[in-house]
Each structure stands twice: as C-alpha cells, then as structure tokens.
C-alpha cells in the first residue's frame, strides 16, 4: 500500500511546480515525488542531508516566508511508494521537522 502525504506551499513554488508540470505533461504530484526522490538519491551518496531550515532556524531560502496562510496552497501526495515515505519519515525525525516542513525545504532546494 502506498501513503500519501500532504504538504502546504508558498504560491511562488506551488506555481514552480505546476509550471514544470504542465511543461513536462505530468501531474504536480509527480513533479514532486520525482524531486524528492532526486534528493534523497543525492544525499545518500553525499551523506546525510541537511534541509536549510533546520540549519539557518527558520524560513525557506528560496521561496521565502512559508508561515503564511494567504502564499500557501496545498499539494496533496498520492502513491507516495512506502520505501519513500519511511526515508522521508525518518530523515525529517533526524532534523526534528515535521515531513511536511522537510519536504518543503527539499523542494525549495531544488531548481524548478
């Protein structure tokens, strides 16, 4: 069975995504599981990662304040393979964030 898995953007990379979606003639939640997948590849061969927020203490870099409701929009996760939930889980428990907040910061690190 896979999860799913609801994450809350700023508009600026909700937009991102639905760009490169529509580009690429894809779903948002595929853009989305492909860049987290892409991620986690890449930090398991760098060691562990680090999203910016847990590092710097707040905020997201490249997409500014996430902390408010009127620039968020939802992106609900469907088919999210389990093997990739339970990494994302256990990263996001290491860094003390919630699974929402570290894929944020994954995506916000990623070139759209």
Known sequence: MRDQLSVRLPHELNAAVAERAKRDARRPSDVVRLALQAYLRESDSDGPGRPDRAREGGGTPAWGDSGSPATERTILLRHVPEELYRAL???????????????????????F
């Open 89 to 111: 889980k256990e990263r996001a428990a290491r860094e003390r964030l919630s699974v929402s907040d570290y894929v944020l910061d994954i995506l916000a690190r990623r070139q």
